[in-house]
């Protein structure tokens, strides 16, 4: 059964960095379209960025551009999110998504609802 499991959250200072990582198995994932998002306590679940499935488009919300990078490594079946300068505000669990299918759009690409596929997501914590 095809299944995305996220690894790499932890605990870091603000202005920090981490690097999540997301391994698929199951099924190969080079043609899927991949994804980040997350949710804070209390708040909705957002969009964080998105990779098409060859790694040639990205995406990325406002709240996170400049900071964060995605990249995928289809030999390895994985993709990653780099954090840098983190902020308090990163706080969340941060969920791993992949979708084949579609046309990598940016309104498909940070609707949640769009994906196929989902992880059970690692916590990332931002202590300022």
């Known amino acids: 059964q095809a299944q995305l499991v996220e690894s790499g959250g932890g605990l870091v200072q603000a202005g920090g960095s981490l690097r999540l990582s997301c391994a698929a198995s199951?099924?190969?994932?080079?043609?899927?379209?991949m994804g980040w998002f997350r949710q804070a306590p209390g708040k909705e679940r957002e969009f964080v960025a998105t990779?098409?499935?060859?790694?040639?488009?990205?995406y990325y919300a406002d709240s996170v551009k400049g900071r964060f990078a995605i990249s995928r490594d289809n030999a390895k079946n994985t993709v990653y999110l780099q954090m840098s300068s983190l902020k308090a505000e990163d706080t969340a669990v941060y969920y791993c998504?992949?979708?084949?299918?579609?046309?990598?759009?940016?309104?498909?690409?940070?609707?949640?609802?769009?994906?196929?596929?989902w992880g059970q997501g690692t916590q990332v914590t931002v202590s300022s």
């Open positions: 990779i098409n499935w060859n790694g040639g488009l990205t």
């Open positions: 998504v992949a979708v084949s299918g579609v046309r990598f759009r940016t309104l498909t690409m940070t609707d949640w609802a769009s994906y196929d596929y």
């Open positions: 199951g099924r190969t994932f080079s043609s899927y379209h």
